[in-house]
Structures are given as structure tokens and as C-alpha cells.
């Protein structure tokens, strides 16, 4: 007779790696003179440049996201506004070139140039295979390992905006097709404000509510706090990254927000694994070149220590001194 032996299936576990930067604008505004502005450096230092400092970290994990806050156009008729930003469309090599590989289109600098400049931002990016999600338009990214992401993106700078809508229902659109991670990015806020108002944290928690597995946000051009809310987390706001829109920002500091999400035979697990890289959107602290870099000593230090100042309001998630997330129960 023979003999039978039972097998133990091991479990597969899968893990998703997602970095996430603060706004990108891929080129300057309209009233820049040329000498020192995003066109002058990608001219003289070409695509590679501005990410270089990231490239290794963004070739590292499984998806990187950023808030493209630009249009990508050979467009000249703009919209009458203050601040008009665009960059050229040939400039997706500069987001190719670094393992840059989804954006969030959904912000109040996505049509500067009229509808058409919007047109042509989505071909250059559906040309570069740069995945983007806008209003109803959702992203699908599937990593090597074949997790299927799903991002949905809207600016609703102003209260009460109708275009809540099409985040949640969005999100609710991506569970229904199946996706194994939902992103909601968030273009809201008050400029300049490092902490949320309550249009935000309710929106914030309406997303996680409807099925997101974490909300990013952006629009304020500086670093608000991370809460966690029902096992997910709400990253508030992370300032500007490579920012051309501006030529001497004041505040520079910034961040890096990376999550490791983990599978076990399809099925999200409850732990939460996050961290921030302290980042200057700018390798000198007198003007902007539009390269950030990890920032290192004291000024680490000092975007840790802000952004657990920013972060206080809420449930106890707190950064310890590399930057990694961690509950006070925890402590």
C-alpha cells in the first residue's frame, strides 16, 4: 500500500511598494525670464537631472506616483489666471528616465493652456506609457508581481466641489472592476497651511469609507500630517518635490512618502508598513534648481520633527528618527 503525505501549501505572499512625491510642475510659469528657470536646467543638464537624487529609490519599488502640476504643450493661448505652468511634452522623459511610472492629473494647474493643453498632456503621457488618472478617467497599473493598483485623482480646491464625486465614486468604480489597491489622490487644502481643514479630513475618511486603501494628498506646496483612520492612512499633504513653478520657494522642505502593502494568497493584510524620506525639494537652500535631494542631519531631523508636529491632531502615528511610521502603542 502506499504510503500518502499530506503537503502544507505555502501561502503566497506578494508585496506592493509604493513612493509617492508632492507636486511636480515639469516646467516653469509664464512670467519666468529663462536664466534659471526649469527650461534653462533641462536644457544645460537634460532629462535625467531632476530626479537623480530619487532614481535608485524610485527603481527600487513596485509603482511611483506624483502629482503632475503642469501641462505638457506646445500650447500658447493661456487660460487668464496668475499662474500659468507648462512644461514641454517631450519633458515625459524626464519622469521615464527616472522609474517614474503613474501621475495624478486631477489639480488646478491640469488645463492651463485650455482644453486642448489638457489633450495633449494625455497623449504625451499615453506616448511615454506614464499611467495618469483625472475626474472620471481611473488608472489601472499592474506590478511584475501582477497586483493590479488603482489610482483616481480630482481637484477640489474649492468647498463643497462636485468633483468629490468622482473620487468616490472612483474608488467605489475600482473596487467593482477588481483592483487589488485603490489610491485616492487628493488635490485640496489651503495653500501654505501645514494643518488639514475639515472639508479635507472628511473627505479623507468618506474615501477609506468607500473602499480606498490610502488617500494622498497635495496642493498646499507644504507638508501637512499622516493620520491613520480604519487601518489606513491619509497622507495630508507632501509640499513640492521638483517644483519649476516657483524659482525660491520659502519653505523647502519635503518628503517622500513610501508604503510596502503585503498579500497573503490575494488578500490584503491589516499591517501597516510606512515610512517618509526628509527630502529639500532643492540642493541649494538660496534658490530652487528643481533636483531634490535626501536631506540629511539637521535638517532630517527637522522634517521628522515637523511632521510629527503636523500629525499630533490625530490617533498617535508618529515618526521615530529614520523616518518609519509608528503607532504609540508602539512606543
Known amino acids: 500500500t502506499e504510503m500518502v503525505t499530506e503537503t502544507e501549501v505555502e501561502p503566497v505572499v506578494t508585496t506592493v511598494t509604493i513612493s509617492a512625491t508632492g507636486d511636480c510642475a515639469l516646467g516653469p510659469v509664464q512670467t519666468h525670464s529663462y536664466t534659471g528657470s526649469f527650461n534653462d536646467y533641462y536644457d544645460s543638464h537634460g532629462e535625467e537631472y531632476f530626479f537623480q537624487n530619487f532614481k535608485e529609490i524610485f527603481e527600487a519599488d513596485d509603482l511611483t506616483l506624483i502629482n503632475l502640476e503642469c501641462v ?12 500659468n505652468i507648462k ?11 527616472s522609474s517614474i511610472e503613474a501621475v495624478s492629473l486631477g489639480n488646478n494647474h491640469s488645463a492651463d493652456y485650455g482644453p486642448q493643453s489638457l489633450v495633449d498632456t494625455k497623449a504625451a503621457l499615453d506616448a511615454a506609457g506614464i499611467k495618469y488618472a483625472i475626474n472620471d478617467t481611473i488608472s489601472y497599473y499592474t506590478t511584475e508581481e501582477g497586483i493590479v493598483v488603482a489610482m483616481v485623482s480630482a481637484s477640489i480646491t474649492s468647498w463643497g466641489n462636485s468633483r468629490d464625486q468622482y473620487l468616490l465614486d472612483g474608488v467605489t468604480e475600482a473596487r467593482n472592476q477588481g483592483a487589488d489597491l485603490v489610491i485616492a489622490c487628493c488635490h485640496w487644502g489651503i495653500e501654505r497651511e501645514h494643518y488639514p481643514n475639515s472639508y479635507q479630513t472628511n473627505l479623507g475618511h468618506a474615501l477609506i469609507d468607500k473602499g480606498a486603501d490610502l488617500v494622498i494628498g497635495n ?3 507644504v507638508l501637512q500630517g499622516i493620520e491613520e483612520y480604519n487601518g489606513k492612512l491619509i497622507v495630508y499633504s507632501l509640499g513640492n518635490f521638483s517644483f519649476g513653478a ?37 540642493s541649494h537652500d538660496s534658490y530652487n534648481d528643481y533636483c531634490p535631494v535626501i536631506a540629511e542631519g539637521d535638517k532630517a531631523s527637522n522634517i521628522i520633527k515637523r511632521m510629527n508636529e503636523y500629525s499630533a491632531p490625530y490617533s498617535g502615528v508618529f515618526f521615530d528618527e529614520q523616518g518609519n511610521l509608528l503607532f504609540k502603542t508602539q512606543e
Do not use: C, W
Not at 505638457?72 to 489666471?81: A, D, I, S, W
Open 219 to 221: 496642493h498646499p506646496h
Open 87 to 97: 512644461g514641454k511634452p517631450e519633458y515625459t522623459g524626464i519622469m521615464t528616465s
Open 72 to 83: 505638457l504643450t506646445n500650447e500658447t493661448n493661456r487660460v487668464e489666471k496668475t499662474f
Open 246 to 282: 516657483n524659482k525660491n520657494p520659502s519653505d523647502k522642505d519635503t518628503a517622500v512618502y513610501q508604503q510596502t502593502f503585503t498579500f497573503v494568497d490575494g488578500v490584503l493584510q491589516t499591517d501597516i508598513s510606512a515610512k517618509i524620506i526628509p527630502s529639500r525639494l532643492s
